[in-house]
């Protein structure tokens, strides 16, 4: 099923407070979206709000051209993965599966269990005896096996550790290449998970900053390298966001695409000129004034 997703005006408040401003963007299939943003700038709230956890207080999310609030017809295609509370949970990893072999119409139960033994997961014990790093496993699992058109994964896999992570980012990339879908990652993670985004959207206090395809996103900044007072020549005047030395070697982030002849003038000078990474754009972008 080909849904795609068009988010229009949209504002939340939670009570009196607004914190979702007026956002507006669109997502397709075949797509990995990364939604970055510092810590309480709206992630999870816009999130819920694409799985239908919640209403918008005004504007429109439509999927498929529908309204997804309580839709049965688009509601199982939707997955949102995150890291509910299992403290009381006596269910197993494989109830949840059999729970959604059975109203997931994409989920793939082979792919579960292999997923589930390449994650050492214990399939068989409640989720509540699990650590959390193995609760996040299970959940990072069932997205994966859900294969829903729209899988959404809200941090879920902070509790795992790096071989987990690892293991879920090739997973993502493969799936991807098997059967293509939509899935939005929202991360802290930025510089670790920055090469399986094809577009990126930032939201800022509520408020979205960025919407860009990833390659556009880090074509913003560059890095120049070389002797340190032939980079502090070439960055003079330029918006810099990171500056690393080692002896006479300089290496200097700047906030700027650089045009053809800047280029031309870095080769001229003996300058290397490298890409800037996604999480120093973020840094700089939300960074707030004191
Ligand atoms: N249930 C709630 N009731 C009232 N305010 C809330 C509620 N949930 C979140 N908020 C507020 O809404 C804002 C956005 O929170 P949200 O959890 O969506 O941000 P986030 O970007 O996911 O943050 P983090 O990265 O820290 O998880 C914050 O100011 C938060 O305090």
């Not at 939670?14 to 979206?33: A, C, D, M, N, P």
């Not at 309204?67 to 939707?78: A, D, K, L, Q, T």
């Amino acid at each position: 099923m080909e849904i795609n997703v068009k988010v229009s005006d949209l504002s939340f408040k939670y009570k009196t407070t607004e914190v979702l401003h007026s956002i507006s963007f669109s997502l397709e299939q075949g797509k990995t979206y990364g939604l970055i943003g510092r810590n309480g700038a709206g992630k999870t709230t816009l999130l819920s709000l694409l799985a239908s956890y919640m209403e918008p207080t005004s504007g429109t999310i439509t999927m498929a051209g529908d309204n997804p609030f309580e839709n049965r017809n688009i509601m199982p295609h939707v997955s949102f993965i995150y890291n509910p509370d299992y403290s009381d949970e006596y269910e197993t990893a494989t109830n949840y599966f059999e729970f959604a072999e059975r109203y997931r119409p994409h989920f793939d139960m082979d792919y579960a269990i292999e997923l589930a033994q390449r994650f050492k997961l214990p399939i068989d014990q409640p989720l509540k005896k699990l650590s959390s790093g193995m609760q996040s496993a299970f959940h990072v699992t069932l997205g994966l096996a859900s294969r829903s058109p729209i899988t959404i994964f809200d941090e879920a896999y902070q509790g795992m550790d790096a071989p987990a992570r690892e293991l879920f980012y090739q997973e993502v990339i493969a799936e991807q290449s098997r059967y293509a879908r939509m899935m939005i990652l929202s991360t802290h993670l930025v510089s670790e998970m920055d090469y399986l985004f094809d577009h990126v959207l930032i939201l800022d206090r509520g408020s979205l900053l960025i919407d860009e395809p990833y390659d556009v996103m880090v074509n913003r900044g560059a890095t120049i390298t070389g002797p340190a007072n032939d980079v502090d020549t070439f960055v003079s005047g330029m918006t810099t966001l990171h500056t690393d030395q080692l002896g006479t070697t300089k290496a200097v982030t700047v906030f700027k695409d650089l045009n053809e002849q800047e280029k031309r003038e870095a080769e001229e000078m003996g300058l290397d000129v490298g890409p800037v990474s996604l999480q120093d754009l973020f840094i700089h972008l939300t960074e707030e004034e004191d």
